[in-house]
């Protein structure tokens, strides 16, 4: 059995506040904004935002969001995975990457044939199938390394 559970958000709209109050308490991004794209993935659960979370004994474990674009001026890279994080309490299992399998999984049952993200994080992610792809510069003139999967 596993440790966790991954939900969408829009599955649970009852862990809707939990989960964004959870995310801006790991990423620092105004609440609201969470708020604001998590209620638009609920209110069209077919497509992008879509919020993921595991759930283990009924607490938050890990998330991650996909979005239209994840803060770079590259509108055209797109749809991107956002606000991954894994508690320490259940890093090093294979949960990150889970939560990036399932998120590419809902992409492709949408049609969605490609996920970019943005990272510095960059041999976890080339472990987990993601491919360098470009440098982009974000919108407050920082540049940053661009990864592409194939969902």
């Excluded at 976890?124 to 792809?133: I, M, N, P, Q, S």
Aim: net charge neutral; with cysteine; aromatic share 10%.
């Amino acid at each position: 059995m596993k440790a966790w559970e991954i939900v969408r958000l829009s599955d649970r709209p009852a862990l809707a506040e939990e989960a964004a109050q959870w995310f801006h308490g790991k990423w620092g991004i105004p609440l609201g904004a969470y708020r604001e794209s998590i209620a638009r993935s609920i209110a069209q659960p077919g497509g992008v935002p879509l919020w993921l979370v595991a759930l283990s004994g009924g607490q938050i474990a890990g998330g991650l969001g996909v979005i239209d674009n994840d803060f770079h001026r590259r509108p055209d890279l797109t749809p991107n995975i956002c606000a991954v994080y894994v508690e320490p309490a259940f890093r090093h299992r294979g949960l990150a990457r889970a939560l990036l399998d399932a998120a590419c999984s809902r992409l492709a049952v949408m049609g969605i044939t490609d996920a970019y993200l943005i990272t510095m994080h960059t041999a976890f992610y080339e472990r987990c199938g993601w491919d360098f792809l470009c440098l982009v510069e974000e919108n407050d003139g920082g540049i940053v390394r661009m990864y592409h999967r194939m969902c």
